[in-house]
C-alpha cells in the first residue's frame, strides 16, 4: 500500500469518526486529552500552589520539569511500541503518568512537586508521541491528516476541562484535589485501550536503538538554562544559555553515532526538508509557550479570579483546536498560502498582547477585552492551521527505516521546543520586573518585554516557511 495520500481514495470525516476508525480514535486521542488536560490543570493551579507552599522562583520549573522528562519519554517512545506492542505501551504510560499526579497531589513543597511533576511528564510523554506515532498504525494514509487535525483537537476539551477543574478546586482551597481528579480519566482511557487497541508487536521491527547518551544531553540542555534562568543576575542566566546550546551543537555531531539516532536522518540540516520543518515548528511553538505566564499577569494585573484566568488562557489552546480542525482537510496549492499565513497571526498576536496586557483598562473597556480576546484566539489558531500539514510533511519526508522514529520525533521536538522556551520564558520575566520590584508593576513590565521578545520567533518561522513546499 503506497504511503502517499493522493494516491488514497478521497477520505471524508465520517471515515475517520464512524465505526471502527471512531473507537480507535478515541483510544488514540485519549493520551493527548490526558496530557492537554492535566497542563492547563497546572497552569491553573500554580499561582494557588505557590501562594500555599512557596516557590515562586520554580514557577516556569513546573513546565520545563515536565516537558524535559516528556522529552525522554517521548524520544523512548518507538523503543516502547517496538518492545510491548500499542496496547500494552499505552497502558505502561497511562500507569506513571497516574503515579506522577498522585506524588503531586501529596507534595508538602515544590521541590517535592517537581518531582512529581517530572514523572507525569514522563508518561505524559510517552502517551503524547504514541498518539502520533499510531496513525500510521491504524490508519489508512488518506486519513492521516484528519486524524492529525483530530489529536489536535483534544486539546479544546482540555480548555474545557483542564481550567474548569484546576479554577474550581483552586478557588475552593483545594488545588491537590486537582491531580487526584486525572485518576478516574485515567481508568476510563485505560479500559478503551484495553478493548481497541492491538496487543501485538509489529513484525516488522524498525532499527530504533536508544541513543541514551543523545538524550541525557538534550534534557541537560534544557534544565542548563533554566538553572541559569533561577539567577537574578543577567550574566548567570546568559551563561546558561551559553552552556544549554553548546550541548546542544555537541548533539548534532554525535547523533547517529553507533546506529544510534535520536532525530531521523537530515533533521540538523537547512537542506534538508526535515531540518526546515523541525525548525519552523519549534519557532511556533516558541510563540505559544507565552502562555506559561498568562494566569499569572491576569491575577495579579487584572485582578482576575483563577477559573476566568484559567479559562482567558486557554483560549490560546482553542484557537489551535479550531485552526487545526479548519485546515486538516484543506489539499492543494491552499495548504502553501496556510503554511504562510500562521506565522505571520501569531506575530501580530504576540505584538498586541505586549500592548494590551499590561493596561489596566483592559478590564473596563470592552473593545480593548474583545481585541485581546481576537489576539489570543490569533496565537493558537495561527500555529493550528499549520500543525496537521508540517506533521504530514514529516511523515512523507521521513527516509526510509526511520518512518516510526519521525512519526515520535515530532513531539521529541514539540516539548523540547516547549521546555527551552520555557526556560527563556523564565529568564525574561525574572530579568524584567516579575521579581523586582514585583507585584503589579513587575507584573506589567515582564508581560511587555514578554510577549514583545517571543513575537521574534514566528516573524522568523514565516521567513523560513517558504522554504515549505
Same mark, same amino acid.
Given at each position: ?7 488514497? +481514495? ?11 476508525n ?12 490526558? !496530557?492537554a ?26 513546565? @520545563? ?42 507534595s508538602?513543597?515544590? %521541590? @517535592? ?12 510523554g510517552?502517551?503524547?508521541a504514541?498518539? $502520533? ?10 486519513l ?16 474545557l ?6 479554577g *474550581? ?18 481508568? %476510563? ?7 481497541q %487497541? ?13 541513543p ?10 534544557v534544565l ?24 546542544l ?6 547523533d ?7 532525530? +531521523? @536522518? ?18 511556533? &511553538?516558541?510563540?505559544?509557550t507565552?502562555? *506559561? $505566564? ?7 494585573? !487584572?485582578?482576575?479570579?483563577p ?5 482567558l488562557?486557554?483560549?490560546?489552546a ?5 485552526? =487545526?480542525?479548519?485546515? =486538516?482537510?484543506? @489539499? ?12 505571520v ?17 483592559? &478590564? ?14 490569533g ?7 499549520c ?12 527516509? #526510509? ?22 526556560? %527563556? ?10 521579581i523586582?520590584p ?17 513575537a521574534?520567533?514566528?516573524l ?5 516557511i517558504r #522554504?515549505?513546499?
Amino acid at each position: 500500500m503506497s504511503n502517499d495520500p493522493s494516491t488514497q +481514495p478521497q477520505a471524508r470525516w465520517a471515515d475517520l469518526l464512524s465505526g471502527t476508525n471512531a473507537l480507535l480514535t478515541i483510544a488514540l486521542t485519549g493520551g493527548v486529552a490526558l !496530557h492537554a488536560i492535566n497542563i492547563y490543570i497546572v497552569t491553573t493551579i500554580l499561582p494557588s500552589v505557590v501562594n500555599d507552599i512557596g516557590g515562586l522562583e520554580y514557577y516556569a520549573w513546573n513546565t @520545563t520539569v515536565f516537558v524535559a522528562t516528556s522529552i525522554v519519554g517521548s524520544a523512548l517512545s518507538s523503543k516502547v511500541l517496538d518492545s510491548l506492542g500499542p496496547k500494552f505501551a499505552y497502558l505502561t504510560a497511562l500507569i506513571l503518568f497516574s503515579l506522577g499526579s498522585i506524588w503531586c497531589a501529596a507534595s508538602p513543597s515544590m %521541590l @517535592t512537586l517537581l518531582g512529581g511533576r517530572a514523572l507525569q511528564g514522563f508518561g505524559g510523554g510517552i502517551l503524547f508521541a504514541l498518539s $502520533y506515532a499510531l496513525i500510521r498504525v491504524v490508519f489508512t494514509p488518506n486519513l492521516w491528516s484528519r486524524a492529525m487535525g483530530v489529536v489536535s483537537g483534544m486539546w479544546g476539551i482540555a480548555t474545557l476541562c483542564g481550567p474548569a477543574i484546576g479554577g *474550581i478546586f483552586a478557588q475552593g482551597g483545594h488545588w491537590r484535589w486537582a491531580f487526584w481528579a486525572l485518576l478516574p480519566v485515567a481508568v %476510563l482511557l485505560a479500559i478503551i485501550v484495553l478493548g481497541q %487497541l492491538p496487543g501485538k508487536k509489529s513484525q516488522q521491527q524498525q532499527n530504533n536503538k536508544i541513543p541514551f547518551l543523545a538524550i541525557s544531553l538534550l534534557v541537560a540542555s534544557v534544565l542548563a538554562i533554566s538553572i541559569g534562568s533561577l539567577s537574578e543576575n543577567l550574566i548567570n542566566n546568559l551563561v546558561g544559555l551559553l552552556i544549554g546550546i553548546a550541548i546542544l551543537i555537541t548533539i548534532v555531531f554525535i547523533d547517529g553515532k553507533n546506529g544510534k539516532r535520536l532525530l +531521523p @536522518t537530515g533533521s540538523y540540516s537547512l537542506k534538508s526538508t526535515l531540518g526546515v520543518l523541525f525548525l519552523t515548528m519549534t519557532l511556533l &511553538v516558541g510563540g505559544m509557550t507565552t502562555e *506559561i $505566564y498568562v494566569p499569572y499577569f491576569l491575577q495579579t494585573i !487584572h485582578q482576575f479570579s483563577p477559573l476566568i484566568a484559567g479559562y482567558l488562557t486557554a483560549v490560546m489552546a482553542a484557537g489551535w483546536t479550531i485552526g =487545526a480542525l479548519f485546515s =486538516a482537510n484543506k @489539499t492543494g496549492d491552499i495548504v502553501l498560502r496556510i503554511l504562510r499565513a500562521g506565522p505571520v497571526i501569531i506575530f501580530i498576536s504576540l505584538i498586541i498582547l505586549a500592548i494590551l496586557t499590561p493596561n489596566l483598562a483592559l &478590564v473596563s473597556s470592552i473593545p480593548l477585552f474583545i481585541i485581546y480576546l481576537i489576539a489570543m484566539t490569533g496565537v493558537g489558531f495561527g500555529i493550528g492551521i499549520c500543525w496537521p500539514h508540517l506533521v504530514l510533511r514529516v511523515f512523507n519526508a521521513a527516509p #526510509k527505516g526511520e518512518e516510526n522514529l519521525a512519526s515520535s520525533s515530532v513531539i521529541t521536538i514539540q516539548l523540547y521546543a516547549t521546555a527551552l522556551s520555557a526556560a %527563556l520564558v523564565g529568564v525574561v520575566v525574572n530579568n524584567s520586573g516579575l521579581i523586582s520590584p514585583g507585584g503589579i508593576e513587575g507584573a506589567q513590565q515582564a508581560s511587555i518585554w514578554l510577549f514583545a521578545l517571543f513575537a521574534i520567533f514566528p516573524l522568523f518561522g514565516a521567513i523560513l516557511i517558504r #522554504k515549505v513546499k
